[in-house]
């Protein structure tokens, strides 16, 4: 049996990106596209699209680095829907039957990330507004992305003597201190060490060219630099 | 007076929807008596976070201090938020074993 192809309009839709963005992505070897016996429309196999959908690090690290569109179920360009997909991400994780204990702990901690996105970047989004969101309870896996200022940008504004990526990730998740001073703010990144530390949860941050691992039931703090610099911040955790 | 959390919902995370939380108790506890204790009850709350909780139960700490009573929880997110928030305030809640 012939396997059915959505044509390009169709995985448009799929997908929730642009006919134009698919075109782009097919000229430029993204999501390649199929042409029937040498023509010229796109088609495109349900299961490629799957595929493309679930790579979600490469997605989320492809839109930091070139701000190409997302697929619109990864996108929360602001704050409302960011909290209302994770709370669906929450009914999907007490569904998939995740222990009563790690589920309000994956929600808190990538909702203090998220937010912190939301919470240190409002009014000042150098060009894209929102984060990245996705999930995939199969992988135990969730990412998040953003275009904003990055860690250092936000804390050297309270702490000016912070030069590098790699102090500020570790003042981010070591020290209280708020990058919206004189507000008290600035415990989100405390609070996901100590879910990591003391659970079966690790967490690999990126900001600027610092990259942060925290391992599962372990305390330290592993920072090192990384070849390439992040726009904002990119975060996998994973359960 | 015992305020039940879940009525502000069951995912209780960012820092927005924890100072409305607060906001709409403050017609609620203006008129208790000066003496009246206030019970914050976690039942039913499956996702706690520090953002939501800064905003909720810190200015409530400050508000009632010592008359302001945690109940007992077994959820995690919460216990580590309660932690986190005591540590930063250098101030304890009072709860009840």
Redesign the interface.
Known sequence: MEEKLFTIGQAAEYLGVSLNTLRRWDENGKLVAIRKDGGTHRYYRQQDLDLFASNLIKLAHDWTTDGSELPAMFYCAN?AVF?AR??KM?DTL?RSGLSE?L???I??VA??IG?NSF?HNLGKWPDIPGVFFGYDVTKRQVVLADRGLGILSTLSRVRPELKTHVDALRVAFTE?VSGRAPE??G??L??VR??VA??PVSLFFRSGDAELRLKKDNNELFITRSQSITRGCFAVIEY | MRIELKKFGTTLISRQSGKEAFAALQSTVIDIAVDEIIEIDFEGVITFSPSWGDEFLTPLLNQFGDRLVLLPTSNPSVKITIKLLEEINKESFKAKS
């Open positions: 704050s909290q994770l709370i929450q007490v204990n589920v309000p702990l929600v808190s909702g203090e937010n919470d209280v008290a703010r415990n989100g405390k609070f100590r879910v003391e659970n």
